[in-house]
């Protein structure tokens, strides 16, 4: 598993791991049921704090991305509740299209960035 974590980022470590993983999934370089490192091994491979990496399963998990199994420990499990993943989709972009409106940021700029970036996802 191949995570990059900027340290002199402003972004909290733990939602860099999220947002590695995430990105992670989107791109296919991890698929359902693919098991995740311990937070141990994570921990000591990247080389931050096990609270941190427990912390990125805990949010993971929280947000549907990962499940905890007894035997296999985290493991990839993308959350089939499509619409409810809309509708949290829905209120995240009307703030990002607020703030890109105030920027006097246009329709047809917002579409570029969406098409240009959904290209590595699909």
């Known amino acids: 598993m191949i995570i990059e974590i ?4 402003e972004e909290a470590l733990y939602l860099q791991l999220c947002n590695q993983i995430i990105m ?7 698929r359902e049921g693919d098991p995740l490192p311990s937070v141990r091994q994570l ?3 990247i080389g931050i ?13 929280q947000e549907g991305y990962v ?5 296999r ?3 990839i499990a993308i959350d089939a509740d499509r619409c409810e ?12 299209l607020a703030k890109s ?5 246009s329709k047809e700029e917002i579409h570029e960035l969406i098409e240009e970036i959904y290209e590595d996802y699909a």
């Open 85 to 96: 993943t809309l509708e949290i989709l829905k209120k995240e972009l009307q703030v990002i």
């Open 6 to 9: 900027d340290f002199n980022s």
């Open 73 to 75: 420990g985290a493991v």
């Open 49 to 61: 704090n096990m609270h941190t990496v427990n912390k990125a399963y805990t949010v993971l998990k």
């Open 101 to 105: 409106s105030c920027k006097n940021i």
């Open 24 to 30: 992670g999934i989107a791109t296919s370089r991890f």
């Open 67 to 71: 499940k905890v199994d007894r035997r």
């Open 43 to 45: 921990a000591d491979s």
